[in-house]
Protein backbone atom coordinates (compact mmCIF):
# COMPACT_ATOMS: atom_id res chain seq x y z
CA UNK A 1 0.00 0.00 0.00
CA UNK A 2 1.56 3.16 -0.83
CA UNK A 3 1.26 6.40 1.06
CA UNK A 4 0.06 9.54 -0.79
CA UNK A 5 1.23 12.74 0.02
CA UNK A 6 -0.80 15.66 -0.04
CA UNK A 7 -0.07 19.33 -0.40
CA UNK A 8 -1.07 19.81 3.81
CA UNK A 9 0.23 16.62 4.34
CA UNK A 10 3.47 16.90 6.79
CA UNK A 11 5.32 14.08 4.92
CA UNK A 12 5.72 16.12 1.91
CA UNK A 13 8.19 18.11 3.88
CA UNK A 14 6.38 21.85 3.55
CA UNK A 15 4.64 23.97 5.95
CA UNK A 16 0.65 23.46 6.25
CA UNK A 17 -0.93 26.55 4.21
CA UNK A 18 -3.37 28.39 6.04
CA UNK A 19 -7.22 27.92 5.18
CA UNK A 20 -7.32 30.88 2.33
CA UNK A 21 -10.03 33.25 2.18
CA UNK A 22 -12.16 33.28 -0.84
CA UNK A 23 -12.96 36.96 -2.68
CA UNK A 24 -16.45 36.76 -1.27
CA UNK A 25 -14.76 36.56 2.10
CA UNK A 26 -12.31 39.45 1.84
CA UNK A 27 -15.40 41.42 0.02
CA UNK A 28 -17.73 40.83 2.85
CA UNK A 29 -15.21 41.94 5.17
CA UNK A 30 -14.14 45.30 3.65
CA UNK A 31 -17.81 46.26 3.41
CA UNK A 32 -18.21 49.53 5.69
CA UNK A 33 -20.92 48.92 8.42
CA UNK A 34 -24.74 50.15 7.68
CA UNK A 35 -25.35 53.46 10.11
CA UNK A 36 -28.75 53.09 11.39
CA UNK A 37 -30.39 55.47 8.78
CA UNK A 38 -29.04 53.16 5.84
CA UNK A 39 -30.77 50.11 7.95
CA UNK A 40 -34.02 51.77 8.47
CA UNK A 41 -33.96 52.93 5.06
CA UNK A 42 -33.21 49.41 3.53
CA UNK A 43 -36.72 48.06 5.69
CA UNK A 44 -38.75 50.65 5.29
CA UNK A 45 -38.23 50.60 1.53
CA UNK A 46 -38.57 46.53 1.32
CA UNK A 47 -42.09 46.69 4.23
CA UNK A 48 -42.84 49.65 1.79
CA UNK A 49 -43.12 48.08 -1.56
CA UNK A 50 -44.34 44.31 -0.23
CA UNK A 51 -47.23 46.41 1.76
CA UNK A 52 -48.18 47.75 -1.76
CA UNK A 53 -48.38 43.80 -3.51
CA UNK A 54 -50.56 42.93 0.05
CA UNK A 55 -52.89 45.26 0.41
CA UNK A 56 -53.74 46.18 -3.43
CA UNK A 57 -52.70 43.72 -5.53
CA UNK A 58 -53.47 40.45 -3.69
CA UNK A 59 -56.69 41.41 -2.49
CA UNK A 60 -57.68 42.30 -6.24
CA UNK A 61 -56.35 39.27 -7.48
CA UNK A 62 -58.04 37.11 -4.46
CA UNK A 63 -61.48 38.79 -5.02
CA UNK A 64 -60.92 38.14 -9.03
CA UNK A 65 -60.42 34.81 -8.97
CA UNK A 66 -63.22 34.06 -7.13
CA UNK A 67 -65.39 35.76 -8.70
CA UNK A 68 -64.42 33.98 -11.73
CA UNK A 69 -64.52 30.67 -10.21
CA UNK A 70 -68.02 31.41 -9.11
CA UNK A 71 -68.79 32.77 -12.58
CA UNK A 72 -70.06 36.11 -10.67
CA UNK A 73 -67.85 38.41 -12.37
CA UNK A 74 -70.29 41.05 -14.54
CA UNK A 75 -69.90 40.36 -17.88
CA UNK A 76 -69.85 44.13 -18.84
CA UNK A 77 -67.86 45.74 -16.32
CA UNK A 78 -65.23 43.12 -15.90
CA UNK A 79 -63.41 42.07 -13.08
CA UNK A 80 -63.18 45.86 -11.29
CA UNK A 81 -66.72 46.32 -11.86
CA UNK A 82 -69.61 45.19 -9.29
CA UNK A 83 -72.63 42.97 -9.55
CA UNK A 84 -74.76 40.61 -7.87
CA UNK A 85 -72.62 38.29 -5.52
CA UNK A 86 -69.44 40.27 -7.21
CA UNK A 87 -67.30 41.21 -5.39
CA UNK A 88 -67.55 38.40 -2.43
CA UNK A 89 -65.80 40.94 -0.01
CA UNK A 90 -64.25 44.73 -0.06
CA UNK A 91 -60.77 44.16 0.08
CA UNK A 92 -58.75 46.52 3.07
CA UNK A 93 -57.58 48.75 0.29
CA UNK A 94 -57.99 51.39 2.89
CA UNK A 95 -54.32 49.37 4.10
CA UNK A 96 -52.61 51.00 1.30
CA UNK A 97 -52.19 54.00 3.43
CA UNK A 98 -49.33 52.15 5.52
CA UNK A 99 -47.06 51.62 2.60
CA UNK A 100 -48.01 54.92 1.11
CA UNK A 101 -46.97 56.46 4.06
CA UNK A 102 -43.80 54.69 4.31
CA UNK A 103 -43.11 55.75 1.02
CA UNK A 104 -43.27 59.67 1.88
CA UNK A 105 -41.33 59.18 5.30
CA UNK A 106 -38.51 57.91 2.76
CA UNK A 107 -38.60 61.37 0.90
CA UNK A 108 -37.32 62.62 4.58
CA UNK A 109 -35.08 59.45 5.61
CA UNK A 110 -33.10 59.79 2.54
CA UNK A 111 -32.86 63.47 1.93
CA UNK A 112 -29.61 63.56 3.20
CA UNK A 113 -28.09 60.48 1.17
CA UNK A 114 -25.63 61.24 -1.58
CA UNK A 115 -27.24 60.10 -4.70
CA UNK A 116 -25.69 56.56 -4.62
CA UNK A 117 -26.91 55.50 -1.57
CA UNK A 118 -24.06 53.72 0.26
CA UNK A 119 -23.96 50.05 1.02
CA UNK A 120 -27.05 49.22 -1.39
CA UNK A 121 -27.60 47.56 -4.52
CA UNK A 122 -30.52 49.50 -5.30
CA UNK A 123 -28.53 52.77 -4.38
CA UNK A 124 -30.80 55.32 -6.84
CA UNK A 125 -33.74 57.62 -5.72
CA UNK A 126 -35.46 56.02 -9.75
CA UNK A 127 -36.12 52.94 -7.73
CA UNK A 128 -38.23 53.87 -5.17
CA UNK A 129 -40.09 56.58 -7.42
CA UNK A 130 -40.48 53.53 -9.47
CA UNK A 131 -42.17 51.52 -6.60
CA UNK A 132 -44.06 54.93 -5.70
CA UNK A 133 -45.65 54.65 -9.38
CA UNK A 134 -46.76 51.07 -8.82
CA UNK A 135 -48.12 52.46 -5.41
CA UNK A 136 -50.03 55.27 -7.19
CA UNK A 137 -51.04 52.78 -10.25
CA UNK A 138 -52.19 50.18 -7.36
CA UNK A 139 -54.15 53.23 -5.42
CA UNK A 140 -55.81 54.29 -8.60
CA UNK A 141 -56.86 51.29 -9.64
CA UNK A 142 -58.08 50.38 -6.00
CA UNK A 143 -60.45 53.32 -6.10
CA UNK A 144 -62.30 52.44 -8.90
CA UNK A 145 -62.67 48.55 -8.00
CA UNK A 146 -66.24 47.43 -7.22
CA UNK A 147 -67.89 50.01 -7.81
CA UNK A 148 -65.58 52.76 -5.85
CA UNK A 149 -67.14 52.39 -2.57
CA UNK A 150 -63.75 52.97 -1.18
CA UNK A 151 -62.88 56.28 -3.64
CA UNK A 152 -62.14 59.05 -1.26
CA UNK A 153 -60.18 56.91 1.15
CA UNK A 154 -57.93 55.12 -1.18
CA UNK A 155 -57.04 58.35 -3.31
CA UNK A 156 -55.45 60.05 -0.11
CA UNK A 157 -53.15 57.17 -0.10
CA UNK A 158 -52.69 57.55 -3.68
CA UNK A 159 -52.02 61.20 -3.57
CA UNK A 160 -49.26 60.43 -0.85
CA UNK A 161 -47.39 57.71 -3.39
CA UNK A 162 -48.09 60.95 -6.20
CA UNK A 163 -46.08 63.01 -3.92
CA UNK A 164 -43.44 60.76 -2.61
CA UNK A 165 -42.93 60.05 -6.57
CA UNK A 166 -42.37 63.62 -7.47
CA UNK A 167 -39.87 64.10 -4.84
CA UNK A 168 -37.93 60.82 -5.74
CA UNK A 169 -38.03 61.88 -8.91
CA UNK A 170 -37.28 65.39 -9.53
CA UNK A 171 -34.34 64.73 -6.60
CA UNK A 172 -32.77 61.67 -8.40
CA UNK A 173 -33.37 64.10 -11.94
CA UNK A 174 -31.17 66.95 -10.13
CA UNK A 175 -28.54 64.07 -9.21
CA UNK A 176 -28.56 62.90 -12.85
CA UNK A 177 -27.77 66.53 -14.21
CA UNK A 178 -24.73 66.89 -11.80
CA UNK A 179 -23.48 63.78 -12.33
CA UNK A 180 -23.49 64.48 -16.44
CA UNK A 181 -21.89 68.01 -15.18
CA UNK A 182 -19.24 66.43 -13.48
CA UNK A 183 -18.62 63.76 -16.18
CA UNK A 184 -18.47 66.67 -18.66
CA UNK A 185 -15.91 68.67 -16.93
CA UNK A 186 -13.79 65.41 -16.38
CA UNK A 187 -14.63 64.67 -12.93
CA UNK A 188 -16.32 61.41 -11.44
CA UNK A 189 -19.63 61.73 -10.26
CA UNK A 190 -19.31 62.65 -7.22
CA UNK A 191 -15.91 64.10 -6.30
CA UNK A 192 -15.90 67.33 -4.96
CA UNK A 193 -15.70 70.27 -7.12
CA UNK A 194 -12.13 72.36 -6.80
Known sequence: MTDRATTSSPATGRPRKAAGRTAAARRRKRRAPKSRREVLTG????????????????PLLAVSVIGLAQGTVPVDRGILGAGPGYPLFQPPFWLLWLPALGMLALT??????PARFPSYFWGARSDMSIISAVGLMTALTASVAFGGEQMWLVLGAGGLFLLAMVVFGVRGAIEFIRDAIDL?????PGERRR
Open 108 to 113: VITWPF
Open 184 to 188: RAGRL
Open 43 to 58: RVFFWSGMGIVAFGML
